[in-house]
């Protein structure tokens, strides 16, 4: 393939631009900046970044507060476990989150993926690193182009060591989320057996932390826009959520152009040119290497760091702020933006509707479980005493946070009952599987096939209740 090259053309004839698609990414240097949006996205970061580090450390009833029980499929989220019958939930949740992010996206562009995604917050943390060791990006540049020397040694293996650390405490933290966080870090410190062997506790957790170190790793320290660019697949149907009046990042080009450097005392706007003095430092400091002035562009995260560029050169120049700046095509085309408009009122409906309903199934949730099952060996017994006996098993899982003990019923308009019962205690947390023979005499069954209902009633709280349906079956008329 050829490389990416420009042909010189007569004026009159279209510019052809090769372009090589397996070409290699170049590094992107990004210029250090600082101002308002910097900030926010650093402020923005930090309480998210320390609540992903902290979480798996609280601990509520002797089990760490979040926690995603893989091998016993059971979420502990606060002071409520789910189970695997609390798919819906989960599934609600992520329409939730999906209509939160459509509604934000369609008032405020990627706001998102600029301030808050873990991909760039991560990428922060690693290009603060970068810069601590490496120094800003013309030190940065000369040095990769400068031969290895003990300083180029040392701040290199200073920064890939920063790196490493970050990623060890995120694949750590990451992890601590499906195995409790204390022992994954003892597990790490391995025993010797009666042999005399190392024993590590778990290898699992041990590869899995080593893993997610790795990914991280890459994600933030190599890959970095690349994710945002080619990985991510909200890249790719964001512009679906955008409309001429979505707040984005957007380059004043009738104010900026005829873009170009001029001499402080120059009246350039005489000269034709506009406010834009082509310094490119909207381009140095864009963490996805794009230059905002060409217009809207996928690849654009809206992070704001052109825009406290921009700004700096503003103030330097004398210039009033905002040649780029948040603001919607309907701003820059026709001088006003619609805030309310019905498609955001639309989305926001739909996201209060959907957690409302969420809420409400949430706090009415059960913390018990009943699911019955027919024996499969018999359809029926006909028993001595003129009874006929069908035979089922109930699996109660007590998911609440306290033992309880749970009473077992049959409903139904026929004279059912259980036999031999007594009630059974369960532990927090517990699944248990109790036989059920249901009974009922012969001449009050004036039906084949009957449906019963068996329920399970906590004797300390009545609320906490769970219901099943099964089918009786009887002697053939
Ligand atoms: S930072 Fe502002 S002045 Fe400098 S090139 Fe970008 S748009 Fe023009
Ligand atoms: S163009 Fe500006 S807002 Fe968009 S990603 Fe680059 S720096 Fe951020």
Redesign the pocket.
């Known amino acids: 393939m050829t490389n990416t090259s420009e042909k010189n053309s007569p004026s009159d004839e279209p510019t052809i631009r090769y372009i090589n698609l397996y070409e290699s990414e170049e590094k992107v240097y990004i210029r250090k900046i600082s101002g308002f ?1 910097q900030s926010l996205r650093r402020y923005a970061g930090l309480p998210l970044m320390l609540g992903f580090l902290l979480l798996p450390w609280f601990t509520i009833d002797s089990r760490p507060a979040v926690l995603f029980d893989l091998p016993t499929r059971q979420f502990h989220i606060l002071w409520v476990t789910f189970g695997p019958q609390d798919g819906m939930l989960l599934a609600g949740l992520l329409i939730i989150s999906a209509f939160a992010l459509f509604t934000v996206t369609a008032f405020l562009g990627r706001v998102w993926c ?1 301030f808050t995604c873990p991909q760039t917050v991560w990428t922060l943390m690693f290009i603060w690193a970068e810069h601590f060791c490496e120094g800003d990006r013309n030190k940065r540049i000369k040095l990769d182009n400068s031969p290895w020397t003990f300083e180029k040694i040392y701040r290199k293996t200073g920064k890939y060591f920063l790196w490493f650390v970050i990623s060890f405490i995120t694949g750590l933290t990451f992890v601590g989320y499906f195995y409790p966080i204390r022992e994954l870090i003892s597990s790490f410190f391995p025993s010797y057996d009666e042999s005399g062997f190392l024993v590590f506790d778990s290898l699992t957790a041990i590869f899995w932390t080593l893993f997610f170190t790795l990914m991280t790793y890459m994600n933030a320290g190599f890959l970095r ?1 690349q994710v945002c660019k080619y990985m991510c697949p909200y890249a790719r149907f964001q512009s679906v959520m955008y409309d001429s009046d979505t707040l ?2 957007h380059y004043d080009a009738a104010r900026g152009e005829t873009r170009g450097p001029r001499k402080p005392t120059e009246d350039y706007r005489a000269e034709g040119k506009g406010d834009c003095i082509d310094c490119s430092w ?2 140095q ?8 002035r060409e217009g809207l ?1 996928y ?9 406290d ?1 921009c700004n700096a050169v503003m103030d330097k120049m004398g210039y009033e702020r905002g040649l ?1 700046r948040f603001t919607s095509d309907d701003e820059l085309s026709h001088g006003k933006t619609h805030y309310l408009r019905p498609r955001v009122f639309a989305y926001i409906a739909i996201l209060l509707i959907l957690c409302s309903v969420f809420v409400y199934t949430v706090a009415n949730r059960q913390p018990v479980t009943l699911d019955v099952s027919r024996d499969r060996g018999a359809q029926m017994f006909r028993v001595r005493s003129g009874q006929i006996q069908n035979v089922y098993t109930a699996k109660i899982h007590n998911m609440d946070r306290q033992s309880h003990q749970y009473e077992i019923t049959v409903e139904s308009d026929l004279p059912f009952k259980i036999v031999k019962y007594r009630p059974v205690l369960l532990e927090k947390g517990e699944i248990f599987s109790v036989p059920l023979r249901v009974s009922i005499p012969e001449e009050a069954l004036d039906v084949v096939t009957k449906e019963i209902i068996i329920t399970i009633k906590s004797t300390e709280n009545e609320l906490i209740t769970a219901q099943e349906s099964a089918t009786f079956i009887g002697p053939s008329k």
């Open positions: 949006y600029g826009e984005a990042v909207c381009v400091v864009c963490p996805v290497d794009i230059d905002i562009q690849e654009c995260i809206n992070c704001g760091l052109c825009v560029a780029i």
